[in-house]
């Protein structure tokens, strides 16, 4: 199978260049669409090495991009528990609370854990705090609620085994959250996704499904390799896997995603569906050092996922 998205002729979309004061890197934004404009919610990582989340729009979500002056979500907002930084954001529009809501990494001296916050502008947040605790990250929300209640994928690290699978929690609150349900398994073997996996972008409502992306990494001679996957899930039953791709469908190959920070990774993080187009556009950290964009027909994804094989309900993958 060939790869299903195709790279913007604007790649890398944002670079440490663009922004307004001096930083090492730009990467793993979370998407929406606020007022007809594309925003970005951006991880900046500075000179120190401590990443913020800064906010970028573009009228046409490709060019154009004005970046702002300040961080939107800062290291330390939340005390120790974010003291080495804030990172990888995905963002979540909730209409029923009039909001996006962003789920973010918060990195302090225990680990990383799992934090929320919730904007109406991208200007202003309100900062529910750390609700995972370490050692959880790679946390998105649903954009629709399922039986009352909010349903949040991330990715708790297990002891002693160190296992980094796709879990789901539910919450009436946003802050107490269920014990996790196991989604999704790294694949054993030689598989593409065999190291470790997580949950990219908030999954798209399809009628067949909930529509959603995953990064898988593999270890090579040369070090570790981020792919990009696709799974469908049960629309009531989150937790329950319809289908899984077997193949990955987006991987590294342009200069700017072979090397960086981090060779070989595309991470993807913000998903942006326009119906008039039949369009998504993948939004995505490269090698750890830059933005960039991938689009694909919407059909043909949906087509794709529900071509792939049902999952084999006796194993865990």
Not at 72 to 93: I, M, N, Q, Y
Not at 167 to 186: E, F, G, M, N
């Amino acid at each position: 199978m060939t790869e299903l998205f195709t790279r913007s002729p604007a790649n890398p979309l944002l670079t440490a260049d663009d922004w307004p004061y001096p930083v090492n890197s730009v990467f793993n934004p979370g998407a929406a669409v606020v007022n007809g404009e594309t925003v970005l919610l951006c991880r900046v990582e500075d000179r120190r090495g401590i990443s913020h989340l800064s906010v970028a729009r573009s009228a046409d979500g490709a060019t154009g991009w004005r970046v702002d002056k300040e961080p939107l979500v800062a290291p330390g907002d939340h005390a120790d528990s974010s003291r080495w930084g804030v990172e990888d954001p995905r963002v979540t529009r909730v209409d029923e609370l009039d909001s996006w809501l962003v789920t973010y990494t918060a990195y302090g001296p225990e680990g990383p854990g799992v934090a929320l916050a919730t904007t109406r502008d991208f200007r202003s947040v309100e900062r529910v705090g750390v609700v995972l605790p370490p050692a959880d990250k790679n946390a998105a929300l649903l954009p629709r609620l399922v039986d009352g209640q909010f349903a949040l994928f991330h990715r708790p690290m297990s002891e002693p085994d160190r296992r980094a699978d796709v879990w789901l929690s539910r919450s009436r609150d946003l802050r107490s959250w269920s014990t996790p349900q196991l989604v999704l398994a790294a694949r054993p073997g030689g598989w593409w996704d065999n190291v470790r996996i997580g949950m990219g972008p908030p999954p798209l409502w399809t009628p067949q499904g909930w529509l959603a992306i995953y990064h898988g990494i593999k270890e090579v001679a040369a070090g570790l390799v981020y792919r990009v996957g696709v799974v469908l899930l049960d629309l009531a039953q989150p937790q329950r896997v319809l289908r899984r791709g077997e193949d990955w469908v987006f991987a590294a190959s342009a200069p700017y995603e072979r090397v960086g920070d981090a060779p070989n990774v595309v991470f993807p993080t913000g998903l942006l569906h326009d119906p008039e187009r039949d369009q998504v556009r993948l939004y995505y950290g490269a090698a750890d050092s830059c933005v960039a964009l991938a689009t694909a027909s919407y059909s043909e994804l949906l087509a794709y996922a529900l071509s792939c094989p049902e999952p084999d309900q006796s194993r865990s993958w």
